[in-house]
């Protein structure tokens, strides 16, 4: 009996260690951000947010802030499916380890974007930014609505997440 329960045990075991070694890098990491972001006016239903390790950029290290509608599960390329709308309404933030925003890519339904998204320089800001204890937090802000090719989006954002 006891040599039936521990190759069942070991069995299990062996069964839970391969699924998580075959999730991709972030799929642990999600977590729900909580606020605004809206593309001329509409609000989108973002239910998570990922870090994924980023290229470099001048030399530092990059981390790249994924939100959408949709999970993020079973992609080997969350940040670049995301800006051809596989997670339906969608964020893509580039920061520094200081929290400084680099780019932000807008992913909308309600934005006119013939190649799926529209990249974003200068606006949007983080405070409270925190990179610590495997942790990255934050609050992401636009300052209110803002303008791009005659439409208007806002961000207003408070995330944590597991840092990648």
Same mark, same amino acid.
């Given at each position: ?15 839970i260690l ?12 999600? !977590? #729900? =951000? ?5 593309? +001329?006016?509409?609000?989108? $239903? @973002? ?6 390790? &980023? ?20 992609? !080997? #390329? =969350? ?5 051809? +709308?596989?997670?339906?309404? $969608? @964020? ?6 200081? &929290? ?43 300052? &209110? ?20």
């Amino acid at each position: 009996m006891d040599s039936i329960r521990s190759r069942a045990m070991a069995a299990f075991t062996a069964a839970i260690l391969a699924c998580v070694l075959l999730l991709p890098g972030g799929a642990f990491a999600q !977590s #729900k =951000p909580s606020g605004v972001y809206k593309g +001329n006016g509409t609000p989108a $239903a @973002l239910t998570q947010v990922v870090a994924y390790k &980023g290229e470099p950029e001048s030399g530092k290290p990059v981390t790249v802030l994924v939100f959408s509608a949709k999970s993020q599960a079973g992609s !080997s #390329k =969350p940040p670049f499916d995301a800006l051809f +709308n596989k997670f339906g309404d $969608a @964020l893509v933030v580039k920061i520094d380890p200081d &929290g400084k925003v680099l780019s932000l890519d807008l992913v909308h339904s309600k934005l006119d974007s013939p190649g799926g998204s529209i990249q974003v320089f200068g606006v949007l800001k983080t405070t409270d930014f925190k990179m610590a204890d495997g942790k990255i937090s934050g609050h992401l802000t636009s300052g &209110g609505v803002s303008k791009v090719r005659d439409q208007t989006w806002e961000v207003d954002l408070t995330f944590e997440t597991k840092a990648p």
